[in-house]
């Protein structure tokens, strides 16, 4: 009971210490909500826009070629007419002048066919598609590249037709081997399906049906803010009273709690204590403000969203005894706090999303906490994932809180020297 | 101005030997730009989840879901159609796909099956580039039935046995599987170099701005240790400390900045000569309205945790107003606000003479900017500074 009078008495010093000193309230309470306004701000309306995707394709035939046949049957002529999802296909007759546009950054990309398309169409030899973009175009990209594949895959099917039904039509002898007889035969599919007036069609066997349910709407920017805000100044707030506690070690503080029959464990507990009684209250403030001001939406879950929260006030914690164990001077703790956090708030999403990234950044984010939490507040509350879906995130947490915590406890000094 | 100097060349070897700042000035931007570089950098990927609800037991409904998982970037995510229908009316998803419970039969049986969209709108971009994924997947399955028919439909009445046409059309399609007759040759541009034009110097100026703003704290401590105090009763005067820590301060920008820029220039090659020598012109400016910032700071706060406060407060409004992680629009509020940025008038200038090939010539304003913040806020920080806790 008395070691529990200690740690509730060192807890609530450091808590007063901290109401106390206005720049860190100011830092760590006011502040986040500067960048909160700001990037919600910024963001507004994002992921509300639900415009068609605009492919912009070209051919380097001259009139009267196949290409020219392709893109007129595809290309659209009134938008108003496309049914939903169905993308807007611009034919640029100018293949030079696209190609410039898209050098010049005024396009994104550009399908185009071959000078030779009808040629190797004809006679069976090979060509390609090119797809020309700019590298940074991701979407254009992949659109052009699906859109490139339908068109490849439809050349295929019908190269495919017209090779098997000649090669068993010679087979069976229903035409002679010879080659004219075989490039007349040829010619005559190749135009059948060329019209579309192949014997069996040239339906599709697979028909989409699209089913409207309402409109785009604008995602919240507050749902993706304030959880990477809120893991990086809780994880800060932490992190910087490192340096307290170097302080404390040097100026003897810590050594006269000992002399006062305050025990080595209650000191670590009471610091530990009044760190995660500031980060919840830190969270706390995060998410009222959150809901009252900024309307965030927690999701199908919110337990797991507060769970989550408050395990990474834990590991954050924990955290920064480890931090104030391995660092000797103030300075040393100072400038580890600072590096530890603007480093790893990046990498593990708390200012971008980090399901952005490529997959090996990916992979290097798991190692920080950072990552973990993010990675859960984004399934939870822009994905709608539900409790079970969040629990490696919790478990992740728990594990950096374990880690730390053995670190700290391990070889935290209550001396200097 | 000897004396002065003095102060400045013990503070720059300080700095030198000091591991822990050298790492926080020089390491920390080196892997927050290769992070950068490796997240937005070069050619991105399409990356998308597929929501399905796969109401479908039989193989084409497998094949298809196999198939769209193969595909790097696209990861799925199956559901059920509750699942689907509350995350879509909680706009959780824009787009999900639905393969009926009859798909794979009424393929197998030559019927024509039917794959269902639900959907917000147009399913957004992402979604509207995932169902076009998934419609040219969905084709290469119908493209055996397709391919099939079509056969039987030229061979009729010619007594041909379906094995060997099943077999000749199996065969073949996997040859154009394999090596297509049209196949696809993509070409990008810019990625790279344009990332690199545009977020480098961001970076630069940001954590040299850190670093030096950062400095106000240790001025701080000397005050409040009296290390400054002893100083004085030495033949320094006053103005002499203030001078040799301002320019140690500003020597300690430069070599930052020459430190990153000379690495800049050994990975991505970006300067000649020429623009070289520009940009050290503009980071020597840069450094001493940043090192006049640190003065001002450490002349106001009274304890090193507020000059701490302080330094990273007034930094990250720099930074974040100052076109480091995004652009602002010329006519915004934002753009406004962020002309109160000393980052704004350096990314810009680092800009013009990388990105642009201009001459010193073209940064002009930018640099009369930065030199007026220098010798302005010189001369405040030289009003307020105080060598003693409560001196005059």
Not at chain 1, 130 to 139: C, H, L, M, R, W
Not at chain 1, 295 to 320: E, K, Q, T, Y
Not at chain 1, 338 to 365: D, H, K, M, R
């Amino acid at each position: 009971m008395k070691h529990l009078t200690h740690i509730w008495f060192i807890a609530l010093k450091d808590l007063k210490i901290f109401a106390k000193d206005r720049a860190s309230v100011f830092f760590f309470i006011v502040f986040p909500f500067m960048f909160i306004v700001l990037f919600t701000f910024l963001l507004q309306g994002t992921g509300g826009e639900d415009n068609r995707v605009e492919l912009h394709m070209a051919t380097r035939e001259a009139s009267g070629g196949l290409s020219q046949q392709i893109i007129g049957a595809i290309v659209t002529p009134d938008e108003s007419l496309l049914k939903p999802g169905d993308p807007v296909i611009i034919w640029d007759k100018d293949y030079e002048a696209s190609r410039q546009a898209v050098i010049d950054g005024e396009l994104e990309g550009l399908l185009a066919f071959p000078a030779d398309f009808t040629q190797s169409v004809m006679t069976g030899e090979k060509t390609k598609l090119e797809i020309f973009s700019d590298a940074g175009a991701t979407y254009a990209r992949a659109a052009l590249n699906s859109i490139a594949g339908a068109i490849s895959s439809q050349i295929s099917t019908d190269k495919v037709v017209i090779d098997a039904s000649i090669s068993l039509l010679v087979g069976s002898g229903a035409i002679p081997a010879d080659s004219e007889s075989i490039d007349r035969a040829t010619q005559q599919l190749l135009n059948a399906a060329m019209s579309g007036a192949a014997p069996g069609g040239s339906d599709s066997f697979l028909t989409y049906k699209i089913v409207n349910v309402g409109d785009v709407e604008a995602g919240n920017a507050s749902d993706f803010v304030i959880p990477g805000y809120l893991v990086m100044f809780v994880f800060f707030a932490a992190a910087v009273s490192a340096q307290r506690i170097v302080w404390e070690r040097q100026n003897h503080t810590l050594e006269r709690l000992l002399a006062s029959s305050v025990k080595r464990e209650s000191i670590l507990g009471g610091i530990y204590t009044g760190t995660f009684i500031r980060g919840l209250i830190q969270i706390i403030i995060f998410w009222v403000v959150g809901i009252l001001v900024f309307n965030v939406d927690l999701g199908l879950s919110p337990p797991a969203v507060i769970i989550l929260s408050v395990l990474m006030v834990i590991m954050s914690a924990a955290f920064a005894l480890m931090l104030a164990t391995l660092a000797r001077t103030m300075r040393s703790a100072a400038s580890l706090a600072v590096l530890t956090s603007l480093l790893l708030a990046p990498l593990g999403g708390c200012w971008w999303p980090s399901f952005l990234y490529p997959e090996w950044l990916q992979n290097i984010a798991k190692i920080t906490p950072h990552a973990w939490a993010t990675s859960g507040f984004n399934k939870l509350m822009l994905f709608g994932a539900d409790f079970g879906d969040a629990l490696p995130s919790m478990l992740a947490l728990l594990v950096f809180a374990l880690i730390f915590g053995i670190i700290a406890a391990w070889r935290f000094r209550t001396s200097a020297t | 101005m000897k004396r002065a100097l003095f102060i400045t060349l013990n503070e720059v070897r300080l700095y030198l030997q000091d591991k822990g700042d050298l790492a926080f000035g020089l390491l920390l931007p080196v892997l927050t730009f290769a992070l950068m570089y490796g997240a937005f950098g070069g050619e991105t990927m399409f990356k998308a989840t597929a929501n399905i609800v796969n109401e479908d037991s039989g193989v084409y409904s497998q094949q298809l879901i196999e198939k769209l998982d193969s595909i790097d970037g696209i990861s799925i995510d199956v559901m059920t159609a509750a699942d689907a229908d509350i995350k879509l009316e909680r706009s959780d998803i824009l787009l999900a796909l639905f393969i009926p419970a009859d798909f794979s039969e009424t393929l197998s049986s030559g019927g024509k099956a039917e794959l269902v969209f639900k959907q917000r709108g147009n399913g957004g971009l992402e979604g509207q580039i995932l169902a076009g994924i998934i419609r040219s997947i969905a084709g290469e399955i119908d493209q055996e039935f397709q391919a099939l028919h079509r056969v039987e439909g030229n061979l009729e009445g010619n007594d041909i046995p379906q094995s060997d046409i099943e077999l000749t059309v199996r065969s073949l399609l996997e040859e154009e599987r394999q090596q297509p007759s049209l196949g696809v040759a993509e070409e990008v541009v810019g990625g790279s170099t344009e990332f690199i034009n545009q977020y480098l110097p961001g970076i630069i100026t940001m954590y040299v701005l850190f670093a030096l703003s950062l400095s106000a704290q240790a001025i701080v401590e000397e005050r409040r240790r009296g290390t400054l105090e002893r100083l004085l009763t030495t033949r320094l005067s006053a103005g002499e400390l203030f001078f040799g820590k301002f320019i140690s301060i500003t020597a300690r920008g430069f070599i930052q900045t020459l430190i990153l820029l000379i690495l800049s220039y050994a990975v991505f090659r970006l300067f000649t000569p020429v623009s070289f020598l520009a940009c050290l012109v503009i980071s020597f400016v840069f450094a001493a309205a940043a090192a006049a910032l640190g003065m001002i700071i450490a002349a106001i706060s009274r304890t090193e945790e507020a000059a701490n406060w302080i330094a990273v407060v007034v930094t990250m409004f720099m930074v974040m107003m100052g076109n480091t992680f995004f652009q602002v629009g010329e006519d915004s509020v934002l753009a406004t606000i962020g002309k109160f940025s000393l980052n704004t008038y350096a990314n810009k200038a680092y800009t013009t003479i990388i990105a642009q090939e201009g001459a010193l010539g073209d940064v002009w304003l930018q640099l009369v900017i930065l030199a007026g913040v220098a010798v302005a806020g010189l001369f405040i920080s030289r009003m307020i500074f105080r060598a003693v806790p409560g001196s005059k």
